[in-house]
């Protein structure tokens, strides 16, 4: 079973918990998620099956889209309402207007600390091991790219919440911003409620939740998949005559059809069915198709059927 699904993930469990559901509802061993969404967190989490699995990187650099609420004038250590409270700093002369205002201190290319209660790779451990552990690190920032934010509402009071919209790139934690506005406005903020509307073209109209794949018959649960090369949209497509696929697919450069050689870069290679038979790099010096990602050895007497 090859193929990509789009989970509408409910608050509570984590990705991990998510991916392992999945394995059984399709009994699929091989099967990994694009994204990953915090427990707390809800909406749509890109998950591949089989091949697509080794696609999901593409999925992973497309840009994200967030509602979430942010509340003003509390500090936690996870920097979202689950955490242990580190401080209040009641907020009630906030208004909509200043908050708005610092909107565009984080937007464009910005630099992010991730939070310590994240699931970032250092030397060799998760960073949330690490803190329950009580192992003080030190995280390097990282440069991240916000290219939309937007203030929906504004709920004043003691702990004010804001409702924002937020379309970003890859590696920005929505609650590291929410903890740095608070900061910016002087009482904190921890973020409360998250849910990914939309990654690239995946969104939620498109999604299904567990409980409605659990409902489906299992014979019928692959119908629930998306193609493998919905996984690549963004990648310039070409078909290549069946001898030079034959070679490709089977680890050898061929030479790229001269109209596409104008730069470096990825292409997604399809069959003479218009499937995705691999990921190949073009390189302008040589003009030759190199193989970087193939899917599945086809056969020449399968190609020319």
Not at 99 to 113: D, E, M, S, T
Not at 211 to 234: M, N, Y
Request: net charge positive.
């Amino acid at each position: 079973m090859h193929g990509l699904v789009v989970i509408d993930k409910p608050s509570g469990p984590t990705s991990h918990d998510v991916v392992s559901r999945c394995r059984r509802l399709f009994q699929q061993r091989k099967i990994g998620h694009a994204g990953t969404l915090d427990p707390l967190a809800t909406g749509v989490l890109v998950m591949g099956l089989g091949h697509a699995t080794r696609l999901l990187e593409y999925v992973h650099r497309l840009d994200k889209e967030y509602m979430a609420e942010f509340h003003f004038g509390l500090r936690t250590d996870t920097q979202d309402i689950s955490g242990q409270i580190i401080s209040r700093s009641p907020m009630a002369q906030l208004t909509s207007a200043k908050v708005a205002a610092v909107i565009p201190q984080f937007l464009g290319n910005i630099v992010q600390v991730p939070p310590v209660y994240s699931a970032i790779h250092h030397e060799g451990r998760r960073l949330y091991e690490m803190a329950r552990a009580g192992v003080d690190v030190k995280i390097k920032p990282r440069a991240v790219q916000i290219y939309e934010m937007e203030l929906i509402d504004f709920l004043s009071g003691e702990y004010p919440v804001a409702k924002m919209r937020i379309r970003c790139g890859t590696g920005v934690y929505i609650r590291t911003i929410a903890g740095d506005m608070g900061d910016a406005l002087g009482g904190g903020g921890a973020m409360g409620a998250l849910r990914r509307i939309r990654v690239g073209r995946f969104d939620l109209a498109g999604s299904v939740t567990l409980e409605q794949i659990e409902a489906t018959p299992i014979s019928d649960r692959e119908g629930l998949l998306l193609p493998i090369l919905k996984a690549v949209e963004s990648l310039p497509k070409i078909q290549i005559i069946s001898e030079q696929l034959n070679q490709l697919v089977h680890g050898r450069p061929v030479e790229a059809p001269k109209c596409l050689v104008t730069d470096d870069g990825e292409v997604a290679v399809l069959d003479s069915g218009g499937k995705l038979a691999a990921i190949a790099e073009i390189h302008k010096e040589s003009g030759w198709l190199r193989p970087k990602k193939v899917l599945a050895p086809v056969p020449l007497e399968a190609i020319l059927k």
